[in-house]
């Protein structure tokens, strides 16, 4: 999985708990991905970060939030869980397009389930 | 919103078959790549595609391109049970440093 790990690989929260997941590189990449996963919908972005500190919104942000203070560290967030979080959720690196043209490498994931 | 959807959503074949899977995007695009998933793990990149070229091969995979249809597909040539998998899309729009996935077709390979 290109030098990328995710913690937990997998957790039970209940609703309302705030939840951390950690995406860890060591390809020293500059750009950093969350993505969950749901049956129906693929894959769809939830934040991204184009630097240490530099951290944008995807297209699911709501309810997240994200944190770099480290090139290799992306922490995902969920304040206070809910249900519909339940999801499979997938860090990805990249380089920019004078490197790979933004060809992304995954790590192997993390199933949170909110009950 | 998806950019890109595949088709068909599933694939049932033979071992020894060719699969051929397609993508529809909706926007002008930089590139599109090709990415697998096995059951339970992160994807995998296959094969990226720019928007000059029109036709890509890597081993047993070939895409094509066609940027006035707004497609891709990619064909995978005498598939094998290890094939089994989804197959995603992904485009890159402009300078985005983002890619935007399709839901993916499922691939069943019968040995």
């Known amino acids: 999985d290109a030098g990328i790990t995710q913690s937990p690989r997998h957790k039970v929260t209940e609703t309302g708990t705030p939840v951390t997941l950690r995406c860890h590189q060591t390809e020293n990449h500059r750009y950093m991905y969350w993505y969950r996963q749901d049956p129906g919908h693929g894959l769809r972005l939830i934040h991204y970060?184009?630097?240490?500190?530099?951290?944008d919104k995807g297209e699911v942000s709501d309810g997240y939030s994200v944190s770099r203070s480290k090139t290799e560290d992306f922490l995902l967030t969920l304040e206070s869980a809910t249900s519909s979080q339940t999801s499979v959720y997938f860090c990805?690196?990249?380089?920019?397009?004078?490197?790979?043209?933004?060809?992304?490498?995954f790590g192997p994931g993390t199933r949170l389930t909110v009950t | 919103s998806q950019q890109g959807e595949e088709d068909p959503q599933a694939l049932s074949i033979q071992e020894g078959e060719n699969a051929t899977m397609n993508c529809s995007y909706k926007?002008?695009?930089?590139?599109l790549q090709w990415y697998r998933q096995n059951s339970g793990r992160g994807l995998v990149h296959l094969i990226l595609?720019?928007?000059?070229?029109r036709e890509k091969h890597s081993g047993r995979l070939r895409v094509t391109l066609d940027t006035s249809k707004k497609s891709s597909s990619l064909l995978i040539t005498a598939s094998r049970a290890a094939d089994t998998a989804s197959y995603f899309c992904?485009?890159?729009?402009?300078?985005?440093?983002?890619?935007?996935f399709g839901k993916g077709t499922k691939l069943t390979v019968n040995p």
């Open positions: 926007t002008s695009i930089n590139n």
């Open positions: 990805a690196i990249s380089e920019s397009e004078q490197v790979s043209s933004y060809e992304q490498y």
């Open positions: 992904a485009t890159r729009q402009g300078g985005s440093e983002k890619l935007v």
């Open positions: 595609i720019r928007s000059n070229e």
């Open positions: 970060s184009y630097g240490v500190k530099d951290t």
